[in-house]
T-cell receptor, first 113, second 115 residues
């Protein structure tokens, strides 16, 4: 069975500071990892995905994620946070099956001016 | 949200009533999904459909029903058997359900509340 954990309910960061949102996963085969972002009362938007290859994945809006196989982690990062980055962030994992996606509980990011 | 339309944006259900949430996509995607979102619980899969006239139960299908008569449409009915229906419901699609690297496209959601 696959699972994903986001250990922090909320992350607070000042504008201009680096932002990290943590995610760890468990799958039986090769992991296919995704990050999505949700703004209030909206659907989720795709940020980036990891399939295989480079451990640092670059995505939309200046976000990137670092894949670490030994720690089974896929943390989302942004070097300099913006107030507009305040939103709910979801990590998701899919194994080598038909494509059912398992979502984490989400991490609320609050960026203060 | 491009290409997936959910309606209505807000919906209220009375006791014992069935209500239907609409989801329409113009992306020509084969696969469509319904998720339920509750605070602090992430997204849970209710039903999914990989192709027209076929659908499968997800993790929390009890109290819900779906149909997939057209490729573009995947309506979700919340029946009176669903005792705790208050939640934010999200519809999603992707072009290839068997491709593990395919991303999902989401609608803007329907907030269902019980009167």
């Amino acid at each position: 069975a696959q699972s994903v954990a986001q250990p922090e309910d909320q992350v607070n960061v000042a504008e201009g500071n680096p932002l990290t949102v943590k995610c760890t996963y468990s799958v039986s085969g090769n992991p296919y990892l995704f990050w999505y972002v949700q703004y209030p009362n909206r659907g989720l938007q795709f940020l980036l995905k990891y399939i295989t290859g480079d451990n640092l994945v670059k995505g939309s809006y200046g976000f990137e994620a670092e894949f670490n196989k030994s720690q089974t982690s896929f943390h989302l990062k942004k070097p300099s946070a913006l107030v507009s980055d305040s939103a709910l962030y979801f990590c998701a994992v899919r194994d080598s099956s038909w494509g059912k996606l398992q979502f984490g509980a989400g991490t609320q990011v609050v960026v203060t001016p | 949200d491009g290409g997936i339309t959910q309606s209505p944006k807000y919906l209220f259900r009375k006791e014992g009533q069935n209500v239907t949430l609409s989801c329409e996509q113009n992306l020509n995607h084969d696969a469509m999904y319904w998720y339920r979102q509750d605070p602090g619980q992430g997204l849970r899969l209710i039903y999914y459909s990989q192709i027209v006239n076929d659908f499968q139960k997800g993790d929390i299908a009890e109290g819900y029903s779906v149909s997939r008569e057209k490729k573009e449409s995947f309506p979700l009915t919340v029946t009176s058997a669903q005792k705790n229906p208050t939640a934010f419901y999200l519809c999603a699609s992707n072009s290839n359900p068997k491709a593990t690297n395919e991303k999902l496209f989401f609608g803007s959601g329907t907030q269902l509340s019980v009167l």
